[in-house]
């Protein structure tokens, strides 16, 4: 069965702060791995990766796929109270439509 | 607003009722989804379209049913529901086989069943 996991699943830090969101994958017929944000409701594209080792950048927004370890991280640096929001990380099956596999999310809140 | 619309964002319906989901996009995109989000759990795929063909049905009940009568529309029926049918049911859509940006995701409906 085809299984993304993220961790943690909830983390309160103050603004300013840097953060790392983990989520780790065991699924057969790997294209890419997706990250999104959810604030309220539509969750909005943030990274695609496909390559192993290549830093995707926004900003202050970073991640990097390991193909090996069958892992990803999400790094946010100097975080501010926007960044408050669920991060959902998604791996695509190479398998006709886009189909998404979707880990349970990390809940991210910065206190001011 | 993300080129994807669902209507109406917010719903209650008891038991018995039948009612309907819309999804509505305008990105020229040919594939379209229907997700189930419910608290503490990852989204949950339903029903994949490409190219108005259905070409995926997770193991979903049969009180759920989809119809996608043009690339630009998509509908979720829903009848006889159960209060743990209650979620957020999210819409999405994509370009199918040029796969460069991941889904574009519509802001739900969030679905109370009494």
């Known amino acids: 069965e085809d299984k993304v996991v993220q961790s943690p699943l909830s983390l309160v830090v103050h603004e300013g702060d840097t953060v790392t969101l983990n989520c780790s994958y065991e699924v057969t017929n790997f294209r890419s791995l997706l990250w999104y944000k959810q604030e309220k409701k539509a969750p909005t594209f943030l990274f695609m990766l496909?390559?192993?080792?290549i830093e995707k950048k926004s900003g202050r927004l970073s991640s990097i796929l390991d193909k090996k370890e069958l892992f990803s991280i999400l790094n946010i640096t100097a975080t501010q109270t926007g960044d408050s929001a669920v991060y959902l990380c998604a791996v695509d099956l190479m398998r006709g439509a886009q189909k998404l596999v979707f880990g349970q999310g990390t809940r991210l809140t910065i206190n001011p | 607003e993300t080129g994807v619309t669902q209507t109406p964002r917010h719903l209650v319906m008891g038991m018995t009722n039948k009612k309907s989901l819309k999804c509505e996009q305008h990105?020229?995109?040919?594939?379209m989804y229907w997700y189930k989000q419910s608290a503490k759990k990852p989204l949950e795929l339903m029903f994949v379209?490409?190219?108005?063909?259905?070409?995926e049905n997770n193991s979903v009940p049969s009180r759920f049913s989809p119809e996608c009568p043009n690339s630009s529309h998509l509908f979720l029926h829903l009848h006889t529901l159960q209060p743990e049918d209650s979620a957020l049911y999210l819409c999405?859509?994509?370009?199918?086989?040029?796969?460069?940006?991941?889904?574009?995701f519509g802001s739900g409906t969030r679905l109370t069943v009494v």
């Open positions: 999405a859509s994509s370009r199918g086989s040029l796969r460069l940006e991941g889904y574009t």
């Open positions: 379209y490409s190219l108005e063909e259905r070409v």
């Open positions: 496909t390559s192993s080792g």
């Open positions: 990105l020229g995109h040919n594939a």
